[in-house]
T-cell receptor, first 111, second 113 residues
Framework: EDQVTQSPEALRLQEGESSSLNCSYT??????LFWYRQDPGKGPEFLFT???AGEEKEKERLKATLTKKESFLHITAPKPEDSATYLC????????????FGQGTTLQVKP | EPEVTQTPSHQVTQMGQEVILRCVPI?????FYWYRQILGQKVEFLVS????????KSEIFDDQFSVERPDGSNFTLKIRSTKLEDSAMYFC???????????FGQGTRLTVV
């Protein structure tokens, strides 16, 4: 069964304190791995797509990496406005584009 | 910037009533999806829709649920007879390709009382 597990569930950082969020996945043929940001009461906002092991993508203070079993979202020198829930989702090659989501990591960055 | 629009933002309904949730996907997108998120839980896939037919549905998407694209712009989710456990945030999403990034709407919070 296709599955996505994110850790930690919650993370508190001081402003400027860099860290990483983990997304472990089990999928029958990975078509793509997606990172989203979700603010309370809002829809997921697209951040990155990764398609193959070794791939990296960057956007401002965020950098996403992918291996054959997991993905990391690295946050460098975070600011309070980076506080949100970060969702990881995978697409399996056997399906029609549906996303299988992890439970998310809720990040709080304190000034 | 193009966006997915959902209406209403919040709907309260009585158990057993029918509800229709509405979505306007991004105009040049071809694939459409509904997801739901029960408070404090994962975002769960409900259904995918392409070329005017359902391409995949989850176990959650039983006979009480239906989707429709009545015209060139709207995409709707109907729940025929709502149950308390249908209370959730419902998200519409669209993509231009089958494995490209999905863009989500802001959601409709459905409360069944």
């Amino acid at each position: 069964e296709d599955q996505v597990t994110q850790s930690p569930e919650a993370l508190r950082l001081q402003e400027g304190e860099s860290s990483s969020l983990n997304c472990s996945y089990t999928v029958s043929g990975l078509r793509g791995l997606f990172w989203y940001r979700q603010d309370p009461g809002k829809g997921p906002e697209f951040l990155f797509t990764l398609y193959s092991a070794g791939e990296e993508k960057e956007k401002e203070r965020l950098k996403a990496t992918l291996t054959k079993k997991e993905s990391f979202l690295h946050i460098t020198a975070p600011k309070p406005e980076d506080s949100a829930t970060y969702l990881c989702a995978v697409q399996a090659s056997s399906n029609t584009g549906k996303l299988i989501f992890g439970q998310g990591t809720t990040l709080q960055v304190k000034p | 910037e193009p966006e997915v629009t959902q209406t209403p933002s919040h709907q309260v309904t009585q158990m057993g009533q029918e509800v229709i949730l509405r979505c306007v996907p991004i105009s040049n997108h071809l694939y459409f999806y509904w997801y739901r998120q029960i408070l404090g839980q994962k975002v769960e896939f409900l259904v995918s829709f392409y070329n005017n037919e359902i391409s995949e549905k989850s176990e959650i998407f039983d006979d009480q649920f239906s989707v429709e694209r009545p015209d060139g712009s709207n995409f709707t989710l109907k729940i025929r007879s709502t149950k308390l456990e249908d209370s959730a945030m419902y998200f519409c999403a669209s993509t231009w390709g089958q494995n490209t990034e999905a863009f989500f709407g802001q959601g409709t919070r459905l409360t069944v009382v």
